[in-house]
């Protein structure tokens, strides 16, 4: 009994302490959505001293939430998901292109031109973005959506993504259609696309949210801030003098929210385009 005992007390205190460990890392969260559905002045009042009235929603109130909208922070939302979106719809359509002829077609240097294009995405933003504003400028897109998208367009890691699970296919479906007569592009379409779907969602879900999360580049590349996106609109929640504190917690839960609610239902299609791609965890 004694044996049996031992791993289950075990397992018991393993649950226990992952229960809290988790229960820890939950609670600041749990506070700061708590705290988006209270008066601003009353927030840190039972914090200060310490009270656990402060992980409940007294006096409850929806100001935070009028007021994000009242200071056109709708208008904002709509800003990011269309810059999202677009980045998301060509990012598929170049990055899938690029993917495609990496793993179809022999041409000079393809391997280091392949390289190349996988390190750019592991550069630090911070190293190109000077290099980018100059471009961008010389260009007349300062202050301008396609700014924030075009730039966005291209990724080392989604052209990664599509040239391996390209390169699965049986080059066998390809040349086969090439004999029907059917184009390369059309070929892509009806028979690569189709098979990809996991690929497509997991580079799409990566373009959004990485554009989603963009503070520094819309930051230079607005600098009349006109068109605001989400993550420089939060900035505007923090006064000089004062903080809308309430505002500030609604505006990280729905800027947190949105990406959730698109990740959560394609979560498997998410996951089963990475593995499949041959990033394995």
Request: glycine fraction near 6%; aromatic fraction near 16%; proline fraction near 6%.
């Amino acid at each position: 009994m004694k044996h049996l005992s031992t791993p289950l007390a075990r397992k018991i205190a393993l649950y226990v302490a992952l229960t809290l460990t988790a229960f820890l890392f939950v609670l600041p969260l749990w506070w700061a959505i708590i705290s988006s559905f209270r008066p601003n002045d009353a927030i840190f009042r039972d914090l200060f001293p310490f009270s656990l009235r402060a992980f409940l929603p007294e006096p409850f109130s929806l100001d935070a939430y009028v007021g994000i909208f009242q200071r056109g922070f709708g208008g904002i939302i709509w800003n990011t998901l269309l810059v999202s979106g677009l980045t998301m719809i060509f990012g598929l359509v170049v990055n899938g292109l690029a993917g495609f002829a990496f793993a179809i077609f022999d041409f000079p240097a393809k391997n280091t031109i392949l390289a190349v294009i996988v390190v750019s995405f592991m550069l630090p933003f911070e190293a190109i973005a000077m290099p980018l504003y100059g471009v961008v400028q010389q260009l007349g897109w300062i202050d301008r959506v396609a700014a924030l998208v075009v730039p966005s367009i291209a990724n080392g890691l989604a052209v990664f993504l599509f040239y391996q699970f390209f390169r699965q296919v049986p080059k066998d479906y390809y040349e086969a259609a090439r004999l029907e007569g059917a184009s390369p592009l059309r070929i892509l379409w009806s028979v690569y696309v189709p098979l990809s779907m996991p690929t497509c969602i997991s580079a799409g879900l990566m373009l959004f949210i990485f554009q989603w999360e963009a503070f520094l580049w819309p930051l230079l590349a607005m600098p009349a801030q006109e068109f605001k996106v989400i993550q420089v609109g939060m900035a505007s929640f923090q006064e000089q003098y004062t903080t809308a504190w309430n505002e500030l917690f609604g505006v990280a839960v729905i800027t947190a929210l949105i990406p959730i609610v698109l990740l959560l239902p394609l979560q498997r299609y998410y996951v089963q385009g990475l593995a499949g791609s041959g990033l394995k965890g």
